[in-house]
């Protein structure tokens, strides 16, 4: 397994995730800066898990974004970028945190409308990796972050589907977000909304 080497400082993360802000204002930013302090706190409380690590990975999930509106592209969008930086293990995330195993194959999640070749290049690039630890804490971030702040994993997963709409995909994918909270809840001996600040307040 990778030991996630390949990635930036946190400096380097802010500067690149600052002028994305600029390329691409929109409420992202602050949604990737919640999925980063998530990480953060749940990798603090897992022993072998580095939380400045997971910081850092959280921040750039979705730096595709910053060449504009192009929906799921952004995570192969995301990907070239940060691999053209040398940032290997930082890149992976941007694919991997929109797909899931479903039936023994990975498969990716979302409207790829014309963008067939990333599509291609995402599935193609899945069928060569693991899953690791920070890959699923990503998507389970990702899965609870609001731009406002942390809240309850059904809100935001009601909030995806009301804006993007639901395919056959949806069901299977909820079940394996719980099923990577379990997990890190199991690891944790506690559950992540015991560490989370805000959550009842931005769910209800
Ligand atoms: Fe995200």
Not at 7 to 17: D, F, H, N, T, V
Not at 97 to 115: L, M, P, Q, T
Request: proline share 3%; glycine share 6%.
């Amino acid at each position: 397994m990778s030991n996630f080497d390949k990635i930036p400082s946190l400096e380097e993360a802010k500067i690149m995730l600052n002028e994305a802000q600029k390329l691409s204002p929109t409420p992202w930013v602050e949604h990737s800066l919640n999925v980063a302090e998530a990480a953060k706190l749940i990798a603090e409380q897992i022993p072998g898990m580095d939380s400045k690590k997971s910081y850092i990975l959280g921040l750039l999930h979705d730096i595709g974004r910053r060449a504009g509106r192009f929906g799921m592209r952004h995570a192969v969008d995301g990907y070239n970028y940060l691999v053209s930086k040398g940032y290997e293990d930082a890149a992976r995330i941007c694919i991997t945190h929109v797909s899931f195993e479903y039936n023994n194959k990975k498969v990716v999640v979302g409207k790829w409308d014309d963008f067939k070749e990333a599509k291609a290049y995402a599935l193609n690039y899945l069928t060569k990796i693991e899953y690791t630890d920070y890959d699923n804490l990503i998507k389970l971030c990702d899965s609870l972050s609001l731009p406002e702040g942390f809240c309850l994993i059904e809100k935001r997963l009601i909030d995806m589907a009301l804006r993007g709409g639901v395919d056959d995909y949806s069901i299977p994918r909820w079940k394996s977000t719980f099923e990577i909270k379990r997990y890190f809840e199991s690891k944790m001996g506690k559950s992540i909304y015991d560490i989370l600040p805000g959550v009842v307040e931005n769910t209800f």
